[in-house]
């Protein structure tokens, strides 16, 4: 099982419409690790941790959330410390 550890910056309508608890349920739903947060220029980050079978089924499923994703910016990450998948304010 290879574990994998990314950083997503999700461009685009994101913000103010649901897309947070999309993902929380999505990563939940995928066992991962990590969190969702709004940035204050408009974005969505999102880091997660887990199998990397499991986070590339995260990242094909992100455009299918309420909303409109224009962009996603995947980056490599240190693991995750903690447990679980939670909405950071």
Do not use: H
Not at 9 to 18: A, K, L, S, T
């Amino acid at each position: 099982m290879e574990k994998r550890n990314v950083k997503i910056i999700v461009r685009g309508y994101v913000q103010g419409i649901g897309f947070r608890w999309f993902v929380l349920r999505l990563a939940r739903q995928l066992a991962l690790e990590g969190y969702v947060k709004n940035l204050s220029n408009g974005c969505v980050e999102i880091c997660a941790s887990g199998e990397a079978e499991k986070i590339s089924e995260l990242i094909e499923n992100l455009r299918s959330g309420p909303g409109s994703v224009d962009e996603l910016e995947t980056f490599d990450a240190e693991p995750f410390e903690g447990n679980g998948f939670e909405i950071r304010f």
